[in-house]
């Protein structure tokens, strides 16, 4: 009876859409070199970088960023980046730790969003994962100023921290999208 009524979901799962695993997606070269164009579409990794780890987007800075994606469907797909617990803080290399990571998932390029939540600013880099190479930078500050933690230090209460990031994505959005179809133009 369990292996049919897994044989049934396994089916009624493979029927809903069609996948989209890292296994479908064409390894990574390693190369020495960052290209001047961009292969796209491409697949994005998206990271999200607050107080040197990465951190989960709240309810309505994903919306924010699922709109994005919906309106760039030329340029890819965008999906957010796994990182494990053991990578989660490395403090000689961070950005080769989320390029190999990225690499591993056979993203094409990552964009990575540094938030500081304590200036209201945003540092955008994205990364060709195949030479772990910039290929575009674009730096933000948010229009209302920066928040800190009660005694001055990191804002330690998830809910405050996703309404000072917030803030920043408002801000941020729009110069990603302008970077984004500035790629278009820099395609092959």
């Given at each position: 009876m369990k292996p049919m009524l897994f044989a049934c979901c396994a089916a009624l799962l493979s029927a809903c859409a069609a996948p989209s695993f890292v296994g479908d997606a064409a390894p990574i070269t390693i190369t020495t070199e960052t290209p001047e164009h961009f292969d796209l579409p491409a697949r994005f990794a998206v990271a999200r970088v607050v107080y040197g780890s990465t951190h989960a987007a709240g309810a309505e800075e994903t919306s924010l960023w699922t709109d994005l994606a919906d309106r760039a469907t030329?340029?890819?797909s965008f999906t957010p980046l796994v990182i494990g617990e053991s990578n989660r803080r490395h403090w000689s290399k961070p950005n080769l730790v989320l390029v190999e990571n990225a690499r591993a998932q056979r993203y094409d390029y990552l964009i990575k969003v540094q938030m500081y939540?304590?200036?209201?600013?945003?540092?955008v880099t994205l990364f060709h994962t195949g030479s772990a190479g910039v290929m575009a930078t674009v730096q933000v500050a948010s229009p209302s100023r920066g928040q800190r933690g009660f005694w001055g230090g990191r804002i330690k209460n998830p809910a405050r921290l996703d309404r000072a990031t917030l803030k920043i994505a408002k801000s941020t959005i729009p110069k990603v999208e302008y970077m984004l179809n500035g790629a278009l133009l820099r395609q092959r």
């Open positions: 030329e340029i890819g939540p304590s200036e209201g600013s945003a540092e």
